[in-house]
């Protein structure tokens, strides 16, 4: 039944008038079909209404009724003929013995034809005939086949590049895995090598091309073919390397790229496009295309009726290529810092936990009295109260929710508290946040703060006793000795080599030494190290009330007396630093400083 | 002793499927078209109870994605929904008056059908108030994102549960049949949500949205869970373990990436808080057939739920599929 088919339809291409292009350059199609076999006539027709010739290959997988259907379906069409049906697996021999004698059917059925182009059931032309004649008619003897040696791409998947001409290569990859595998190693171990043919050097490039007759013929008709057939038989995925390296051997002119758009995935899986994709074909003025779903009407309707605008375009799929290549980015990179239901990364993977920058102040708000609305005022940024206090969350303006809508209760945000933080994070994308922090604080994050990238915290060790100082409570000392004890943990891991926040620590006595300077530091680390070059610091216009401090040092010394040993303070002098507590906001008017002069 | 937790979840797969066996003929079959199912054809897989209100949209939206065929067990509905449901060309509806809490609420139900008429098939179990949206839903069908992962050789899709609510009493505005729920309640929490892994399933453990922050902010560890894996292609070693929350075997709870990257995901909109909501809290709380004895029921119950307002200045208001990608409550994956 189908040699009757074919030998009619074989006559009949024959006998048909042959109508050789008014440019002169006859495109024969070449198209490997497997599926889809209605998309695939849709296709094939507007081939042959373009006046292409096309030789179609059937996989032998396909079962003799379906392929019988589509034969007789295509019978009206003297253009159209049928080749030797091979079987067709990914990655072996098959498909290049169905290219082979695919090619040799067009050579021998239509000797007008100058151009072969070849194709597979899911690509779609995306442009008239006529445009693509034209522009093989301004580039005469010139092969499009994207060709290069192993050495010098990077795309292959799978860890095989070089080895794929060097290895046998007799099992199939998608059915035999554990054997292909097995016997990759093998060879590795033992060191087994395969001789490359002389007169060749392996190129590889995609599997779609568009060859010259004679460039074509040549090919099929060397001496050494048998030699070379029976080498690439072995090689892994031929039909990424057959002609890649034979076209090297006999072509005047090669032009290193496909006029077939095909895009792959990071899994090496080509790309599908569907009818949302319309416009960003369309601008990318190329040729052909594929992967196209099957159940993609809109792009089918849209480019099989084509009438082009006429003028020479050149092909230009970088807007594709961007929009592939973000999809390859997002699937092994991810969006850093985001916890969702999808990008779940253990711990140490997929860079900084959070997704981006923000400030930890501790000791700041005991030490100054208007801490929250003056640093809110000198940076612009969002600045909140204690976020992990025991009784709430404090928002800024103590609202009840915040960005994302997390609730301001202590408990829900401590049944969760690294996603909470990276909650706040991703949520306030684009805005700095600051938060104070402080021995009164639930500790969950204290490890989390230092070890991420984003933090910055700046701390005046010691700064929580000044509460305790100026509103001393009934168990003071008990008190005292358990906010030095969780504030000393903390500090450990701040100072760990685990840590990797910008951090900054001084003692209440040093800050206090010379406040508006380790302000300054303090928040010039708000800055990114890489744009603290360039970008405009937040300076200091005013400095922050200090809370009156007078009689700290012998609070101190009478704790001390009492038996309790605060010394995360460092030393301040039994009679307090009165000047440092009434001076920066008088005595110290911006721009004067020395440290402050531009 | 990795072996012997990889045997016990095999022994665990195992007695749920012959559950699913013998639970099985707790249904009687009202209208068994399964005889229309295609080889290709995807599936919806539902259980409910009196939920007739939602039922012409609930099949008007998974109808126009691509879905061919229903398959309800209808547990003891007394609103009519059953009778209608009978009526509709490709549906096929069992119905039972056993206990929904027997049958592990429901899931040895499902499980029993899936096997029997969804092998080889991608199956989508949802509850009538659960509305997937997935990358590209609004341009590409259901069956593009199957195609696309069967050919990336993915078994399982994942749609974390969206809470939406309306702004304002959750008992306000009235719902009428036939009506886009997300009209009355198109707002939801953009990014208040908890994840644990769970250690023996392989899963996350998603916690979060309006019903964590309201109803449970003192107990967060009875919230409820909103990791759902509601899209399989059903083998015959599959089976549900938990609600849709996680399957067995265990790798099919992989829908996320755990070296940086992003897995295509989507969302299951959860429309439940309508203003038949205050009646059926009630309801179920007093029948206590749901999980812990209703307990999460219970507890909007006691919180008046009705006049409850969920509504934040925070909340977002949902526009389409790309704000949730950009919000990154789903990804697009690798899928372009």
Not at chain 1, 206 to 211: A, D, F, K, N
Not at chain 2, 129 to 140: A, S
Request: aromatic share 10%; glycine share 8%.
């Amino acid at each position: 039944m189908t040699g009757s088919v074919q030998g009619r339809l074989r006559r009949a291409s024959a006998a048909a008038g042959r109508t050789p292009a008014a440019d002169g350059t006859v495109l024969g199609i070449v198209m490997l079909v497997h599926t889809a076999f209605d998309r695939a006539e849709q296709v094939i027709r507007f081939w042959a209404r373009g006046g292409c010739p096309v030789v179609v290959h059937v996989d032998r997988v396909v079962p003799r009724r379906a392929h019988d259907a589509f034969v007789l379906r295509l019978r009206d069409l003297p253009g159209v003929s049928f080749s030797r049906r091979h079987r067709c697996e990914w990655g072996t021999w098959g498909i290049v013995a169905a290219t082979l004698a695919s090619c040799e059917a067009m050579l021998a059925r239509h000797p007008e034809v100058g151009h072969v182009l070849l194709a597979s059931g899911s690509c779609l032309p995306l442009r008239p005939v006529a445009e693509l004649r034209a522009y093989l008619a301004e580039r005469p003897g010139t092969d499009f086949i994207e060709s290069a040696t192993t050495a010098d791409v990077p795309w292959t998947v799978g860890g095989l590049s070089e080895e794929r001409f060097t290895l046998h290569f007799p099992f199939a990859w998608r059915r035999q895995r554990r054997l292909f595998d097995r016997w990759v190693a093998i060879q590795r171990r033992l060191g087994l090598r395969r001789a490359i043919p002389d007169g060749i050097v392996p190129h590889m490039g995609s599997q779609w091309w568009c060859l010259t007759r004679a460039t074509l013929a040549a090919i099929l008709t060397d001496p050494d073919r048998p030699r070379f057939d029976r080498y690439f038989r072995r090689v892994w995925i031929p039909d990424e390397s057959y002609f890649q390296t034979l076209a090297r051997r006999h072509t005047a002119r090669i032009e290193s790229r496909s006029l077939t758009l095909s895009k792959f995935d990071w899994q090496g899986k080509p790309h599908v496009f569907y009818d949302d994709h319309l416009p960003l074909l369309r601008r990318s003025d190329c040729f052909v295309a594929r992967k196209i779903w099957p159940h993609a009407e809109g792009l089918y309707q849209a480019f099989l009726s084509e009438t082009g605008h006429g003028l020479p375009r050149e092909p230009n799929p970088s807007k594709i290529d961007r929009v592939f290549a973000k999809a390859v980015e997002r699937r092994t990179r991810g969006r850093p810092g985001l916890w969702m239901q999808s990008r779940f990364p253990r711990e140490g993977w997929g860079g900084p936990p959070t997704a981006g920058p923000y400030s930890v102040f501790e000791g700041f708000a005991e030490l100054f009295e208007d801490w929250e609305e003056w640093l809110a005022r000198a940076t612009g940024a969002r600045v909140h109260g204690h976020l992990f206090a025991p009784g709430r969350v404090e928002w800024e303006g103590r609202g009840p929710t915040f960005a994302g809508a997390l609730p301001d209760n202590p408990r829900w945000r401590d049944h969760n508290a690294q996603m909470f933080l990276r909650n706040l994070v991703w949520n306030t994308r684009g805005e700095r946040q600051c938060f104070q922090f402080g021995p009164r604080d639930s500790q969950l994050l204290s490890w989390d703060f230092a070890k991420d990238p984003n933090a910055q915290i700046a701390v005046i060790s010691g700064a929580w006793i000044v509460p305790l100082f100026r509103d001393p409570p009934p168990d003071l000392r008990a008190e005292a000795a358990r906010l030095q004890r969780i504030e000393s943990d903390h500090l450990a891991a701040l100072r760990s080599p685990h840590a990797k926040a910008r951090i900054r620590i001084w003692t209440l006595a040093e800050f206090l030494e010379n406040p508006a300077e380790a302000l300054q530091s303090a928040l010039d680390d708000m800055v990114p190290a890489r744009a603290a070059a360039t970008a405009p610091r937040p300076r200091l216009a005013s400095l922050p009330r200090l809370a009156d401090l007078t009689g700290l040092g012998a609070f101190l010394q009478g704790l001390k007396n009492a038996g309790m040993h605060p010394y995360l303070m460092g030393d301040l002098p039994p009679d307090p630093p009165q000047a440092g507590g009434a001076a920066p906001s008088a005595a110290a008017p911006p721009g004067r400083r020395p440290y402050l002069v531009r | 002793m990795r072996w012997w937790h990889s045997y016990r979840m095999r022994l665990r797969r195992k007695r749920y499927r012959l559950r699913a066996i013998v639970r099985r003929r707790d249904l009687q079959a009202v209208a068994d078209r399964t005889r229309a199912i295609r080889r290709s054809d995807i599936l919806v897989l539902t259980c409910l109870r009196n939920e007739a209100v939602r039922l012409p949209w609930f099949l008007r939206y998974y109808r126009e994605m691509g879905v061919n065929h229903f398959l309800v067990v209808d547990n003891g509905s007394t609103d009519g929904g059953r009778e209608m449901l009978a009526e509709e060309p490709d549906v096929s509806l069992w119905t039972t008056g056993a206990s929904y809490r027997a049958a592990r609420y429901g899931v040895d139900w499902l499980n029993g059908l899936a096997m029997r008429h969804g092998l080889g098939h991608w199956c989508l179990t949802v509850d009538p108030d659960e509305l997937l949206v997935y990358p590209f839903c609004d341009t590409r069908p259901l069956r593009a994102l199957t195609d696309w992962l069967d050919a990336s050789g993915i078994k399982s899709f994942g749609a974390m549960l969206l809470d939406m609510y309306p702004k304002g009493p959750i008992g306000a505005q009235p719902y009428r049949p036939g009506q886009d729920p997300l009209e009355i309640a198109p707002w939801f929490d953009p990014g208040n949500y908890s994840i644990y892994r769970n250690p023996r399933y392989g899963n996350l453990w998603i916690q979060g949205g309006p019903r964590a922050r309201v109803f449970f902010a003192d107990e967060p560890w009875r919230a409820p869970a909103l990791n759902k894996i509601p899209l399989v292609r059903w083998d015959r070693t599959t089976a549900y373990a938990s609600s849709t929350h996680m399957l067995l075997p265990r790798g099919l709870n992989l829908v996320f990436d755990e070296w940086g990257g992003e897995k295509t995901s989507g969302l299951l909109l959860h429309t439940k808080f309508l203003h038949v909501f205050g009646t059926r809290a009630e309801e179920e709380a007093r029948r206590g057939e749901h999980y812990r004895a209703g307990a999460e029921y219970r507890a909007y119950a006691e919180g008046g739920v009705a006049s409850t307002d969920l509504w934040t200045p925070w909340s977002e208001r949902y526009i389409n599929w790309r704000q949730l990608e950009i919000l990154g409550l789903m990804s697009k994956g690798n899928w372009a």
